[in-house]
């Protein structure tokens, strides 16, 4: 039984009912029946939920290398803004051809992809932005521009990060397994932590 139900059947027992029936009578002696009273919903103040994006995956199945071609993600969806980027399969250079739209995520869990196009901005609300769990090599050849406190995380293999990174004034944290795990070739800005 869940909390819910639970909760609602004890607040139903407790309210709707008397605790001894047998003590509850009228004025000539006659026992009333239980009285039944409507529940009532407080409202909350609004509240924002911090959910992750669900994760798109690249298939490469597309005519051409474009991130807003549905054919290229499994499912053919092509991503939207707050989704998660996997870059599994197979390595090709991918051109990000959307304009202004931000991710939440990259995970790259193969090796030999090579990011090109317009600049990336990601938001992984305070968690990781980039993560590479492939076994070789892989390229971010755009700009980066992160929302929010943000990981860099190299599980493994490597990454090259080729263009600027402006973490927005938030902290900004690389995680790598190990020294050579990533390469920095561009300037990073922000002012963050």
Not at 125 to 136: D, H, Q, Y
Not at 173 to 187: K, L
Request: net charge negative.
């Amino acid at each position: 039984m869940s909390l819910l139900s639970h909760g609602l059947r004890r607040a139903f027992t407790r309210f709707a009912f008397p605790a001894n029936r047998a003590s509850v009578h009228n004025a000539n002696g006659r026992r009333k029946s239980p009285r039944y009273r409507r529940s009532a919903l407080e409202p909350l103040e609004d509240r924002l939920l911090l959910s992750h994006g669900p994760s798109v995956v690249w298939d490469g199945g597309g005519a051409n290398n474009n991130w807003t071609t549905a054919a290229n993600w499994v499912g053919d969806l092509a991503p939207v803004a707050g989704d998660a980027l996997v870059f599994a399969g197979t390595g090709v250079t991918t051109v990000n051809d959307f304009s202004g739209t931000v991710f939440e995520s990259i995970t790259f869990n193969d090796n030999d992809f090579k990011i090109t196009g317009n600049t990336l901005t990601l938001d992984p609300m305070g968690g990781v932005a980039i993560r590479n769990a492939s076994s070789l090599f892989n390229f971010i050849d755009v700009g980066i521009a992160l929302q929010s406190a943000s990981t860099i995380e190299i599980n493994s293999g490597m990454l090259s990060l080729l263009g600027n990174i402006d973490n927005g004034g938030n902290p900004l944290t690389f995680d790598a397994s190990t020294p050579q795990g990533i390469a920095i070739s561009g300037v990073i800005s922000g002012g963050g932590g």
